[in-house]
Antibody
Framework: QVQLRESGPGLVKPSETLSLTCTVS?????????WVWIRQPPGKGLEWIGG???????HYNPSLKSRVTISVDTSKKQISLNLRSVTAADTAVYYC?????????????WGKGTAVTVSS | QSVLTQPPSASGTPGQRVTISCSGD????????VNWYQQLPGAAPKLLIY???RRPSGVPDRFSGAKSGTSASLTISGLQSEDEAEYYC???????????FGTGTKVTVL
């Protein structure tokens, strides 16, 4: 089964950019799958950040859209997340996940997540 | 952005049946299928039920899902100690153009 592993700095200063990478064990060119980022603030629920379809198009949560970019490097089997101008409210565990579905999807495989703290 | 509402907690003794509800609206559950995720303490969420009532390979058949109108439910038949976890429902949100999650239900095995 495909495995996903998130990586990146565990501490980011306010107003800076949070950059995370998700490395995929098997990057499928099957258009049935998309790739998404989800986060979970400490002690809270899950929030969808955005997704990237294999066509290359992206879509983002409107509440984060102005600050988020998701991209892919197929040669490295990596999906990247950049979140700009972070504040303490962006402190969370960040998960990448594979999503099954072309337009409407559900997350069927998740990474273990990486904790990010925003603090000076 | 719509919200899927779940009870904050549920509990039962080993062997009991526990049902968790998930309430949405016409732009979420009323129009799209429901998925359920199990999050064990300190772990990532895991897909438990997809497309309302289908179980991925490896998920015990004591877990079942149902949907009616703008609500859905997850039932654990024959509760076991390893089922103690947080459970989230999820569905597509037409207004969000993305998936929305439920508020989460913590299941405790007494």
């Amino acid at each position: 089964q495909v495995q996903l592993r998130e990586s990146g700095p565990g501490l980011v200063k306010p107003s800076e950019t949070l950059s995370l990478t998700c490395t995929v064990s098997e990057y499928s060119s099957d258009y049935e799958y998309s790739w998404v980022w989800i986060r979970q603030p400490p002690g809270k629920g899950l929030e969808w950040i955005g997704g990237l379809f294999l066509s290359g198009s992206t879509h983002y949560n409107p509440s984060l859209k102005s600050r988020v970019t998701i991209s892919v490097d197929t040669s490295k089997k990596q999906i990247s997340l950049n979140l700009r101008s972070v504040t303490a409210a962006d402190t969370a565990v960040y998960y990448c996940a594979r999503a099954k579905g072309v337009v409407i999807y559900y997350m069927d495989v998740w990474g273990k997540g990486t904790a990010v703290t925003v603090s000076s | 952005q719509s919200v899927l509402t779940q009870p904050p907690s549920a509990s039962g003794t080993p062997g009991q049946r526990v049902t968790i509800s998930c309430s949405g609206d016409s732009s979420t559950i009323g129009s799209y299928t429901v998925n359920w995720y199990q999050q064990l303490p300190g772990a990532a969420p895991k897909l438990l039920i997809y497309t309302n009532n289908r179980r991925p390979s490896g998920v015990p058949d004591r877990f079942s899902g149902a949907k009616s109108g703008t609500s859905a439910s997850l039932t654990i038949s024959g509760l076991q100690s390893e089922d103690e976890a947080e459970y989230y429902c999820a569905a597509w949100d037409a207004g969000l153009s993305g998936p929305v999650f439920g508020t989460g239900t913590k299941v405790t095995v007494l």
